[in-house]
């Protein structure tokens, strides 16, 4: 229940208790309370209050039939951001996938920006991705508030696979997003700024204008003079998450946006933690392989398998890792 349902409810209930109709169905001999027009007038007003939640539909859901899902579906999402005065509205979807969506919100000015992405997932999330335990190995279980599970029947829950299990699983997935990005926007890395997360949504900075987002690398064509550049800023941002024991784990030209000669990397539910995932370089390579072919057509030249030696080899030695 939503903090509006629960003010709905509560106003009901106030209703029904102490309302002029159960004052006159008590019974006859009970001693009536002296009227107090001030504060029936108050509780008038109280009830009439308005605080926008109940009423207000973004103008990308005012487009959509009132019974088609997405409707009532990005609603709920972004309630939440609405009333804490992040987001103003919701102008348009910008990217639709199996795991998420992804629409261009207008910014209250009180957050300092003049666009908000927000990246709605889909409950049904985990479907999609396969072969998801290799990304997950090492991974310190957390809750919906991010605080690492202790409880062994939380835990057998989640690595269980019950209905709690899955539900508290695909919020690690968001909460992991979440917070890779914020530690790597902090270390310097090129990443959309994070503003806010509730539940399965994720408020960061767009990347674009208001006549539409940046594109991913795989949308465009490089001029041979800049991809020199930004291949090696693409390794760069590769270092700095292995310096904070990251791996992308599903870095491409997919998830690499491209605006105004520079680039962003986005999409991190599936990172891995270097330390304790023992798959962790095979992932690295993989990673530095999709974003070497893709430059290769641009004329860079690289080895991807020596790129990902140098770049482990150092790390491991330092970490202790075999």
Known sequence: MNMSEQYDLYAEYEEFDNG???HRNRDRWTTKPKQN???DNKQEEVLAMDDG???????????LDPLHHERQWVINAVAHFYQENIITDVTRRVKGG???NVYACVANPASGLEWIAAKLYRERMLRSLKNDAVYKVGRTIRDREGKQVRNSRERRAIINKSGYGQEADF???VGTEFRTQTLLYEAGADVPKPVAQHGHSILMEFIGDEYGAAPALNEISLAR???GPLFQRVMENVEIML???LIHGDLSAYNILYWQGDIWLIDFPQAVEARANPHAYDI???DITRVSEYFSRFGVDSNPKQLAWDLWHPYSQKEGIE
């Open 37 to 39: 027009k001030h504060a």
């Open 171 to 173: 919020m690690m997935w």
């Open 284 to 286: 690295l390579e993989r």
């Open 53 to 63: 939640i109940t009423t207000w539909i973004p103008t990308y859901a005012q487009n």
């Open 225 to 227: 003079d800049e991809a």
């Open 98 to 100: 199996k795991e998420a």
């Open 20 to 22: 002029r109709s159960t």
């Open 243 to 245: 310096d904070h024991h």
